[in-house]
């Protein structure tokens, strides 16, 4: 009536290869899922840098067409009033020259 020991050694050795069984498997499923999640990330860090270089781009060129438009609006009254925009750039000249002066 005693103990098998040899019984329980060999229930104990089964027991946890099948424990090491299961975790070897859950690394493996964890593996996987990680591994998807994080290509997941790094596409949606791709969609979001390339969707702000594309915004970035229309900014730039808004920007640049504006700029256009305001020398093509400086353009046509300089060539309107000769005149007057050679007295406002001889005015901001005398002014930019007045506050650059050391001896004041």
């Known amino acids: ?8 050694r060999d229930e104990l050795a089964t027991t946890i290869s099948d424990a090491v069984v299961a975790i070897r498997a859950a ?3 964890f ?3 990680a591994a998807a999640r994080r290509d997941e990330a790094a596409d949606a860090v791709k ?3 390339a ?4 915004q970035a781009g229309h900014v730039a060129a808004e920007a640049r067409a504006t700029a256009d438009r305001g020398v093509e609006t400086i353009s046509d009254t ?3 009033n000769p005149l007057a925009a050679l007295a406002i750039a ?8 007045h506050l ?3 001896d004041r």
């Open 100 to 102: 650059t002066r050391s």
């Open 1 to 8: 009536m005693g103990i098998d020991i040899k019984a329980e």
């Open 51 to 54: 969707r702000a270089a594309d």
């Open 47 to 49: 969609q979001a840098g």
């Open 31 to 33: 593996s996987e899922t």
């Open 78 to 80: 300089v060539a309107k």
């Open 27 to 29: 690394l493996a499923e």
């Open 90 to 97: 001889a005015g901001f000249g005398f002014i930019l020259a």
